[in-house]
């Protein structure tokens, strides 16, 4: 989608300091970090939210999670916070599906 922040990062259009891609996923990190790690995993494909998935992602959803601990491992995090906020009263912004993965200090729970 032409309007869409993290299709033009995918696509290479916009500018991120990318740590990962391949032909279903691109990560990189996130711009307003949340700790010493936090890398967003996106899929190429434009899916806006978690609720939008339909049984064809299934496959895709099981690579984001793969390529989340490969970026989570490669930045040297053993232990990290994997998160998806979904809809805007679940803090969502950019409306194209995102994994957080967090790490490199104490994670409280429950998050705010
Ligand atoms: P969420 O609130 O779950 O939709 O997360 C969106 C994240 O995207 C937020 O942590 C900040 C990050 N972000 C927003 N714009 C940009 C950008 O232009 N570049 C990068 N690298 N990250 C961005």
Redesign the pocket.
Same mark, same amino acid.
């Given at each position: 989608m032409a309007d869409c /922040?993290f299709c033009r990062?995918a696509s290479g259009e916009a500018r991120? +300091?990318r740590v990962y891609e391949d032909d279903f996923a691109v990560a990189?990190? +996130?711009? =307003?970090p949340a700790g010493p790690t936090h890398i /967003?995993i996106v899929p190429r494909k434009h899916i806006a939210t978690l609720a939008d998935l339909t049984p064809e992602d299934d496959a895709l959803v099981g690579h984001l999670h793969r390529v989340a601990v490969t970026v989570a491992h490669a930045d040297g995090r053993r232990d990290f916070r994997l998160a998806v =906020?979904c809809g805007a009263d679940a803090?969502?912004?950019?409306f194209h599906l995102?994994l957080?993965v967090i790490g490199g200090r104490p994670l409280a729970w429950p998050p705010g």
């Amino acid at each position: 989608m032409a309007d869409c /922040l993290f299709c033009r990062i995918a696509s290479g259009e916009a500018r991120a +300091d990318r740590v990962y891609e391949d032909d279903f996923a691109v990560a990189f990190r +996130d711009i =307003n970090p949340a700790g010493p790690t936090h890398i /967003l995993i996106v899929p190429r494909k434009h899916i806006a939210t978690l609720a939008d998935l339909t049984p064809e992602d299934d496959a895709l959803v099981g690579h984001l999670h793969r390529v989340a601990v490969t970026v989570a491992h490669a930045d040297g995090r053993r232990d990290f916070r994997l998160a998806v =906020n979904c809809g805007a009263d679940a803090g969502q912004s950019v409306f194209h599906l995102h994994l957080h993965v967090i790490g490199g200090r104490p994670l409280a729970w429950p998050p705010g």
